[in-house]
Every structure is written in C-alpha cells, then in structure tokens.
C-alpha cells in the first residue's frame, strides 16, 4: 500500500476545495488495514480520518494527517427468507450505482434514496434520507472494524442508534470504526413511498415499479440540486433544526407560514425556510454564496477555500440566530 504525501484532495471532495493530505492512501482491501496501523503507531501525533465520496466533508484548510480513502467494493446477495432479501455491500461502492445495482437485482426499498452522492460505507455515518425513506429503515447490520484492535464487530439497527441525520459512529464515536460493509434487508412486499410533495405528482395514475420511481426520484433531484461536477457543494449545509413545540408556536404566531413536522416530541422545521427569510438564497461572496434555486445549499463557485466556505456559514448561522433564536447546525463533517 502506498502512503503519498502532500497529496491533493481537490478531485476527493465535491467542494471542490484545494486542500492537502499531509499524507493520503487508498485501502482497497482489509489486509491493508495491519499496515496502516502499524504506519500510524509510527507517527502517534498524526489524525486519522477515513474518507469516501468527500461529499458531506468540508475541509477548513489541509489535512494535517493520513487521510485513508475508503475503496473496500464487495458487493453480493447473501440470500432472502420470508419477508426480505439480504444483500451486503462493502463500504468502498458508490452509493447510487450499488442502489441501481439492487434494483437491476429485481430488489426494492432504496428507490427513494437514488443519486445521493458519496459511498455505501459513509451512509450509516447520518443516516442518509430522502424523500420519506432513511437508510436507517433498510439496514440489517453495519460491519464496522475497530480502530483499537483491528476486530470487527456487527452493529444491529439499535446498536447504530440512528436518529436524524446521526449515528452512533457519527457522534459517540466518531473516527473509531472504520465501516467495511452494510448488510441491508429489503423487503419482499415493497411498500413504495410517494406522498412527498413533487413525488406523488410525478407518478399519480401510474403503475408504480422501483425502476419508475428511482427515475422520478432522479429527475426531481436533477432539477433542484447541483450536480457536484459542475459546481462544488455538499448537498444541504445544515441540518433542519429541532425545536420545542413552545418555541415552535410562538414563532407560528409571528411568522404564519414557518413549516413544521411533529417529530419525537419536538417540531422539526426547514432550514432552507429560515435562511430565505433572512435573504441568503442566491446570495454569493466572492467564489462562495448559497445556491439560487436552493437556499440551504452552499455551494463553491470555483475558487473559494475552506476558510471562505466556513465564515459564510458562520455569517448564516448568525443571521438565522438573529431573526429566529435558532442556531443551525452544519450537516456536513467540518474539519478545522
Ligand atoms: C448534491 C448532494 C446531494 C446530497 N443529498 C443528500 C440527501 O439527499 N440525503 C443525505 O442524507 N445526504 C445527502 N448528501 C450528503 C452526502 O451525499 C451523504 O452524507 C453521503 O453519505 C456522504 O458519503 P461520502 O462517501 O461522500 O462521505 P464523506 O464525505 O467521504 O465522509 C462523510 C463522513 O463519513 C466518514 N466516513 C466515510 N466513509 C467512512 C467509512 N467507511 N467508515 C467510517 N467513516 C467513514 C468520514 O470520515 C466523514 O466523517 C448530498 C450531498 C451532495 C453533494
């Protein structure tokens, strides 16, 4: 395995960002995994971070240590029983082409998370989600090797305590467990879920199939969202805030349109709304700014680095803070 040093991460995040590894490899199988930790004992001071897709990453400026891109690709069928097929993919695939890939298999359930950019191994790090459907609904188990002692271990769907967005790995451990595969069960009576608003549009009258939806799914995405290649972004910046119901109807009192969702005792309400009140949509700093059609997006219009990306957040957060008494969180992982 070779271990590059000042290696560009520019192709790796879909930022688009010019930041550096101050050392970088790329582990295609388990083996690799003694001579890196062999490597790292070497160098004790150096971070370690474990890299896929770089699409929910912002990196603030260069690594300073052994950044390992996730490339581990197994995929198979492990076999089916009354109620669901079972298939494991290795974190190293691609998360779109593995869920083509299950229904090419005649496999439904992950229609509704079709083109979410990134690997299968950093999905279980926030529960990805659209469109009704979160990852957490279809995983069996996560197979995760601990970074202390090389075992690996099988996380159940409660051991990975996913909530919105989070995960065990994500926030009680993070950089522990380096996530080798997914086992995903998919059901054999597909409940197909449609009645996200745009979706239940596109497809009323027809005979639904996971083909037609993952093609409906698609479509909408491409329409709304930036494709990565053309402009560097992480897909929404932040997290859609969870507030108490007390504050949720005093704001209701004063803004009549603020959306809202009920959701574990709490309101969960839209990101993306708050920050066009506060009239960031399509705003741009320099090379950095939100996208024009989509307000929670940022995105970097060429040139912009890490720091600029990161203040312009900063600014957002406390604009939003400003008019509304909510603090944003950022979805994406920022290294600083
Ligand atoms: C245009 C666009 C649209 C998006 N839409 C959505 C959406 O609809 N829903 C959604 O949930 N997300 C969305 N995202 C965010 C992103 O696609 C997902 O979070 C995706 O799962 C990130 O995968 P990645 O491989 O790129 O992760 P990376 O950015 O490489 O890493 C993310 C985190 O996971 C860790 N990690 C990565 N691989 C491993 C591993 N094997 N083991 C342990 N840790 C690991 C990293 O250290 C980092 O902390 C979107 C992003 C973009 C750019």
Not at 17 to 22: F, N, Q, S
Not at 117 to 135: D, H, S
Not at 164 to 170: G, V
Request: charged letters at 20%; one cysteine or more; aromatic letters at 10%.
């Amino acid at each position: 395995m070779k271990i590059r040093e000042n290696y560009s991460l520019k192709a790796l995040n879909t930022f688009g960002l010019a930041v550096k590894a101050r050392y970088f490899c790329s582990l295609h199988k388990l083996s690799g995994v003694r001579t890196l930790m062999a490597w790292q004992q070497e160098h004790p001071d150096l971070p370690l971070l474990f890299l896929g897709g770089g699409s929910n990453i912002l990196f603030v400026n260069d690594y300073p240590g052994l950044v390992v891109q996730v490339r581990l690709e197994t995929l198979e069928v492990l076999g089916q029983d009354e109620n669901y097929h079972y298939v494991r993919a290795g974190a190293g695939n691609n998360w779109h082409e593995f869920v083509q890939w299950t229904i090419a298999q005649g496999f439904a359930g992950l229609e509704n998370l079709s083109l979410i950019p990134g690997t299968v191994g950093a999905a279980p790090m926030q529960n990805i989600g659209a469109y009704g459907v979160e990852l957490k609904d279809h995983v069996y188990e996560v197979q995760a090797l601990d970074w202390r002692t090389a075992e690996i271990r099988d996380f159940n769907v409660e051991e990975c305590r996913f909530t919105y967005r989070d995960s065990y790995f994500k926030s009680v451990e993070p950089d522990r467990w380096l996530i080798v595969a997914v086992v995903l069960r998919l059901p054999r009576q597909p409940q197909w879920k449609i009645d996200y608003s745009g979706v239940k549009e596109l497809l009323a009258g027809k005979m639904l199939n996971a083909r037609l939806i993952s093609d409906a799914i698609i479509s909408i995405r491409q329409s709304k969202l930036p494709d990565p290649a053309e402009i560097g972004n992480a897909g929404s910046f932040f997290k859609n805030p969870l507030i108490t119901p007390a504050q949720w109807a005093a704001l209701k009192t004063q803004f009549p349109d603020i959306p809202g969702w009920p959701q574990q005792g709490q309101v969960k309400t839209s990101a993306g709304w708050l920050i066009d009140q506060c009239g960031w949509k399509g705003k741009r700093d320099g090379d950095t700014g939100t996208y024009a059609k989509h307000a929670l997006v940022l995105v970097n219009h060429g040139n912009a680095t890490g720091i600029e990306v990161w203040n312009f957040a900063q600014t957002i957060i406390a604009s939003v803070q400003d008019s509304f008494g909510i603090t944003l969180e950022p979805e994406p992982r920022v290294i600083r």
